[in-house]
């Protein structure tokens, strides 16, 4: 096998998305044939070189998977917590692959979260520029005007970097009302942070719909396996070969 960037084969290998192999190896976390790695164009074979990941060998996985999880409030979306808190590995208990998140959701956010060991398949429903929409429901304690809900859908200055245009629509009227958010983009605490710009507090979030799959009947904490016609969908859309 030719050598590729020890991120792609992170990636590949079902460890983490690339961008968060990126991060892997900037703390120093990734070896190859014994000697740490922290330069990230840094090029290796995963058949010639001993590629190891805190001390754990990679190796291809044997099969790829593809999991639909219905996120519930109070649980990260990392693989290991410092704090000891409920991880999204402890509701997939009983897959035998190693998988990751795809993407994220905030810790007090519920609804739909993929889970992979395809890190290229990751890293095009993540990424901004294959515009798979995220749908949301949003629970905020008070109405926009309707100049904010412009300003809401033109884009929102979050750390020097304007959002991208996204979708809104109020879909239940009160004193404290519903929001329907349609995003491409996940940035961390997004949406919290768009309402808070202008002036509202979110009180409940759940993702409904990632592209064209919805979270259905999943309880929060249950877990599904894609199906092929499912997952051959995406790679249509993500343009991925099909295996």
Known sequence: MAEERLQKILSRSGVTSRRKAEEL????????NGAVVVTLGTKADLERDEIRVDGRRLKEPQRLVYLAVNKPDSCVTTLHDPEGRRTVLDLVKGVRERVFPVGRLDYHSEGLLLLTNDGEFANRIASASSHVQKTYLVK???????????????????GGRRTAPAGLRLIRRAQNPWYEVRLIEGRQNQIRLMFK???RLVEKLRRVRIGFLELGPLKPGEF???????????????????D
């Open 224 to 242: 599904r396996y894609l199906t092929p016609s499912e997952v051959d969908r995406f790679r249509r859309v993500l343009n991925l070969k099909r």
């Open 140 to 158: 905020v304690n008070g109405t926009l005007s309707l100049a904010q809900e412009e300003s809401f859908r033109g884009g929102i200055p979050l």
């Open 25 to 32: 190896m900037l703390e120093g976390r990734v070896t190859v």
């Open 197 to 199: 710009h202008l002036g």
